[in-house]
Each structure stands twice: as C-alpha cells, then as structure tokens.
C-alpha cells in the first residue's frame, strides 16, 4: 500500500504522461531552466554547507547526476523498445569535492542531454514497457519522463531549503 504523497506523485505523473510528446519535451525543457535558475548565485561555501544530517548542495547534485543519467538511461531504452536494466541505488560519484561551477556544469549538460533525447522521440504510440521504480512502481515512458520533472523539482526545492536555512553562508 502506498502512502498519500507516492498517491498525489502518481496521479501528477499520470496527468503529465497523458500529454503528448511535444508538450512532456516542454515540461523537460522547464524542468532544465527551473533547475538552472535554482542553482544561480550559489557560492562555493553555500555548496559544502549541510545543515544538521542533511545533505549539503554538492550532495544534492551529486545524486542528482546520477539520477538523471539513470532517467535518461531507461527512457532510451523503453524508447529503443529494450528492456530498462533494474533501479540502481545510488553510488557516490564524489562529485562534492569538485567545484560547485563544475558541478553546475555538469548538471545542466545532463539535462540538456534529457531534453535532446525526449526532443528525438517520435511522435504516437509510444513502445509498450516499463521501468519498475522502487517507490512509485512501474512506470512507462512517458510517466517516467515526467517521474524525472517531479524528482528534480523535488531536489530543487530541498536546494531552496538549504539555501533559506539561518546557518547558511549568506555567499
């Protein structure tokens, strides 16, 4: 049984999959610059700072990458028809001793990679599949497309939050 926020997660995933293509290739297109927009401005100390046992803004990103490159990974292969390999629990890339502009940078290059991929699928029928996700269950193409809006925005937010937090360096 799942609990009311993986209920109110699916019923927005499967109101964004019922949207064509076009329109999911926009939502990843706003998903790109939401997450640009979130990251502008933020200093290298504002990145290292962790609030209590909470991640800091490197170790958001850090999980982040990971997580769209595995997105990314499994909408080309339910695109190709193919079986998507098993969910993966994250693996540290150690990415949070790079600088927060390489990171940054590295962040937007994987969604734009998202948003080209998406922007590359043919329009109809998408190919019958899906991905088992270990919290929300199966999800086809393209509710796993707009999974990955909704995990984003999620990480996003947790960046404001940090961000806002009163132990935050103000740069």
Known sequence: QQDERTQQALAYI???ASKSLPDLRALVERTAADCGCGLEGISERQARFKPGDEWSVKEVLDHLIY??????ERIRDLAAGRAP???TADSNAG?????I???RQEMARRLEETVALVGSL??????????EHPDVGPLNLKELIAFHRLHVMDHVQQIEKIKADPGCPAS
Do not use: K, Y
């Open 14 to 16: 499967r109101h964004q």
């Open 101 to 103: 502009q390489e990171i």
């Open 85 to 87: 390999r098993p969910f």
């Open 67 to 72: 997580a769209t490159a595995l997105v990314t």
């Open 95 to 99: 990415r949070s001793t790079q600088p």
């Open 122 to 131: 043919p329009e109809g029928d998408p190919p019958a599949g899906t991905w």
